[in-house]
């Protein structure tokens, strides 16, 4: 009996393997125009109609349905799963997986408390406990516990996409809309926060620098840096403009370009690390 992971489609994870996940899809809608997440429209195709349309598009969370559809089949085929979703503070998905979990024994649900690639580097750290052996209920509850050790740390080019789509509140957007302002956001008990403010992209990376030297990075887990808009130059130059912070230290850094649903609300132009803290308190 095989323990896979089942994740939602705003877990953001690097396409070299996604192959070795379940992926259930959200919905994004441009007017009257429905796109399955990831299946019906690519990354670059929904970017395109990001930029262009007149309106913010509109997210809807995985049904119960879907996810039924695929503990069936796990229960069909005598395994079991672990489901991990983003934020239960941000989407209504973990109420639809936990809601279909209740008629299947070989399920468990886990509210990552988090978002995009940080709940990705969960993911990731749980294919690798499932692969070592670790029981289902056991995997579960660790966890629940590494995922308060996990740092997420981005800079978004304009908090107007966060405020439009509810997921930040309009006088957090206010601190960060002055004109050449680049916000840096991260993910607190399930919810988005501002972390601080800067002027220009160089001084924004700088703060990124800052708070990851300040949690500290566990390199023997997984990392995650991720983008959206049409093109990874940030990322790049942020990569480049941080290279203390890597250089040394890991072989590689997998870059993720972020999922639809993210994408509406960070909107284009913003840059993301997520990593598990070494400076955490045991």
Not at 56 to 67: G, R, Y
Not at 119 to 143: I, K, P, Q
């Amino acid at each position: 009996m095989a323990i896979r992971i089942i994740t939602d489609s705003t877990v953001d994870i690097a396409d070299s393997y996604m192959s070795r996940f379940i992926v259930v899809p959200l919905t994004v809608s441009f007017g009257e125009d429905d796109y399955i997440d990831g299946v019906t429209i690519n990354k670059q195709e929904f970017y395109q109609k990001l930029i262009s349309s007149p309106e913010l598009p509109k997210t809807s969370q995985a049904t119960p349905e879907a996810f039924a559809k695929v503990f069936r089949q796990l229960r069909d085929q005598g395994d079991e799963g672990v489901v991990i979703t983003v934020s239960s503070c941000l989407s209504g998905t973990w109420q639809s997986a936990c809601l279909a979990a209740e008629d299947f024994e070989n399920i468990r649900v886990v509210d990552s408390r988090n978002v995009s690639i940080a709940s990705g580097v969960l993911a990731l750290y749980a294919l690798r406990c499932a692969e070592d052996g670790m029981t289902l209920d056991a995997l579960a509850r660790h966890l629940s516990k590494k995922r308060d050790e996990i740092g997420l740390v981005a800079m978004v080019d304009t908090l107007e996409y966060l405020k439009k789509g509810g997921r930040i509140s309009a006088a957090a957007a206010l601190a960060g809309g002055l004109l050449g302002i680049k916000p840096v956001v991260t993910c607190r008990e399930g919810e988005l926060a501002v972390l601080g403010k800067a002027r220009g992209s160089k001084k924004a990376n700088n703060l990124l620098v800052e708070q990851i030297r300040k949690d500290g990075i566990d390199f023997s887990m997984p990392l995650l840096l991720g983008y959206t808009g049409l093109s990874d130059d940030l990322l790049r130059r942020y990569i480049e403009d941080s290279r203390c912070l890597w250089e040394g230290r890991v072989t590689r850094l997998d870059c993720v370009h972020l999922s639809s649903v993210i994408g509406t609300h960070a909107g284009p132009g913003a840059v993301a690390v997520a990593y598990f803290k070494s400076n955490t308190v045991k």
